[in-house]
């Protein structure tokens, strides 16, 4: 399954069978090197998470009687993720919308899903109404290549735990595996929305759509 999204992904302006100059090796040897971290702080608002549930099947009221959120019960499993978003400028967020400080540096910015996990632990869960705190950080950075002519594919693990405030002891440990392939450097850069102080225009992009 993966050598087939992988070929799927070899599309014109992916550089599966060229070199990397010295300058972008430099740059990937240095990114790896230099330790990552972000913490990122939240609380789990009753507003935020009647919105969510409102939006999941399972929790909006269609299919079994509608339970609004209640403070200090137990977050439901992978509601963190409506929670922690890092407050970053569009224009300093890749294409994809990640985080460029938290992936490796160009040609490496075509990203994907690789695998990942949840580990919860029940003496420590995270609670309804109460703050929390989430680090980031990378785990681990491997370069994979079958053949040393070809650019390698590049597969970071970014390790997430969130602690309750006044904890020391993380009540989830969140593992994220993905993979970057290397685009061809005539690929157009992304424009800055910032260009330009005579107008502004706002519209709605595809990430704020989608995010």
Known sequence: ????????????????????????????????????EKVLSDAFHLERLSDLYITLPTRDGSRQPYLPPKETSPLGYAHHIAFFHARTPEAELREDGTDADFSPPEPFTRRM????????????????????????????????????????MVFVNQRIDITMSGNTRPSLTEERNHVYFAVNSSVPPKRDPREGVLQTQVGPSVLQLTH
Request: proline share 11%; net charge positive; aromatic share 10%.
């Open 1 to 36: 399954m993966f050598r087939t999204a992988f070929r799927q992904l070899c599309r014109p302006n992916l550089r599966p069978y060229s070199t990397l100059s010295h300058p972008e090796v430099e740059a990937l040897n240095k990114w790896i090197s230099t330790p990552r």
């Open 113 to 152: 899903w690789a695998g990942g996990k949840m580990v919860w632990d029940p003496e420590v869960p995270l609670m309804i109404g109460q703050r929390a705190t989430a680090t980031w950080g990378i785990d681990s950075v491997k370069k994979k290549v079958d053949d040393p002519q070809k650019i390698p």
